[in-house]
């Protein structure tokens, strides 16, 4: 049984920085696509980062320069260190896998899920 549960999240102020990490079970991160996405309040779920076999990383535009990922792959963690963050950051964060070596910037690509953590960056 696959499971993802993310840690960290909370309110920080505009410019600040958060880290958000996911925890993975019953499911190889290595090889594998695993990804980082948010939902805003009245807004479809977005990809900020996803990470596919060799590592290879994309980033949503929007938080480009300013996140960034890693995979752990001897802890089966994948950690997104936000720095800069804006009052339009502010999202339920999600972790997410799919068992492919392929990425996708669907978030209907993705069956499993974290039950996510809430960011919030105030002005």
């Known amino acids: 049984q696959v499971q993802l549960v993310e840690s960290g999240g909370g309110s920080v102020q505009t410019g600040g920085s958060q880290r958000l990490s996911c925890a993975a079970s019953g499911f190889t991160a290595s090889g594998n696509c695993i990804a980082w996405l948010r939902q805003a309040a009245g807004k479809e779920r977005e990809v900020v980062a996803n990470i596919s076999r060799f590592d290879r990383i994309v980033y949503g535009n929007h938080v480009q320069g300013r996140f960034t990922i890693h995979k752990d792959d001897a802890k089966n963690t994948l950690d997104l260190q936000m720095n800069s963050l804006k009052p339009e950051d502010t999202a339920m964060y999600f972790c997410?896998?799919?068992?492919?070596?392929?990425?996708?910037?669907?978030?209907?690509?993705?069956?499993?899920w974290g039950q996510g953590t809430q960011v919030t960056v105030s002005s």
């Open positions: 997410a896998a799919v068992m492919s070596t392929a990425c996708s910037v669907d978030s209907a690509w993705y069956p499993y």
